[in-house]
């Protein structure tokens, strides 16, 4: 079993449109989640953390499910710059490495 | 805005020569990282770094790789005889504390992309 599974993708959807994505992690004993941003040959960027209560940063709203071991990423009113691969990534208490997913590529189309 | 800075961004290598990927992490941070990713798959923990001393490695860091602080501003990642299967991205990574306490978010570098022939 994959530790961090997430639908590839690619979502094609048009400027404005909102755009869900979805993330299953299978160590029940993580405690920090992740979303990070990857351009097409670029490194990892952070674009937000997951906390137990949800959380919001503009138009992306990241929610946590401990007790199904989800976790999934909102983004309202899609911009052509939001096009890129999206990485779930979790962390286990008392380990350094960050498990990331596969990704879940996103174009957005004018 | 401090960053992460890796060199060389592209590095061709023939089978069998060794390599050395530099990075050098911002400067308050006192956790370093490599992954790789391996193209059109995902980022790969090799190993961390905290105190002078590997804190944790992965499977894939095996006897070929080492990593080393040499001075006070560079880390480094030798791997010592290069197989086709190590043509990578690879991302060099740091945090100010350790991954999962507050200030310990981990940024990466822009990436050495290693081709081996």
């Known amino acids: 079993r994959k530790e961090v599974e997430q639908d590839p993708g690619p979502f094609n959807v048009p400027e404005g449109a909102t755009v869900a994505f979805n993330c299953t992690y299978s160590n029940s004993a993580s405690q920090s989640f992740f979303w990070y941003r990857q351009d097409c040959r670029k490194e990892p960027k952070l674009l937000m953390s997951?906390?137990?209560s949800g959380n919001e940063d503009g138009r992306f709203t990241a929610q946590l499910n401990r007790a199904s071991q989800y976790i999934s990423l909102l983004i309202r009113d899609s911009k052509l710059s939001d096009s890129a691969t999206y990485l779930c990534?979790?962390?286990?208490?008392?380990?350094?490495?960050?498990?990331f997913g596969k990704g879940t590529r996103l174009s957005v189309i004018a | 805005e401090p960053e992460v800075t890796q060199t060389p961004s592209h590095q061709v290598t023939q089978m069998g020569q060794e390599v050395i990927l530099r990075c050098v992490p911002i400067s308050n941070h006192l956790y370093f990282y490599w992954y790789r990713q391996i193209l059109g798959q995902k980022v790969e923990f090799l190993v961390s770094?905290?105190?002078?001393?590997?804190?944790?490695k992965s499977e894939i860091f095996d006897d070929q790789f080492s990593v080393e602080r040499p001075d006070g501003s560079n880390f480094t990642l030798k791997i010592r005889s290069t197989k086709l299967e190590d043509s990578a991205m690879y991302f060099c990574?740091?945090?100010?504390?350790?991954?999962?306490?507050?200030?310990?978010?981990?940024?990466f570098g822009p990436g050495t992309r290693l081709t081996v022939l």
């Open positions: 997951v906390y137990s």
């Open positions: 770094f905290y105190n002078n001393e590997i804190s944790e």
């Open positions: 990574a740091s945090s100010e504390r350790r991954t999962g306490q507050t200030l310990g978010t981990q940024y």
């Open positions: 990534v979790v962390n286990t208490p008392g380990n350094t490495p960050l498990v």
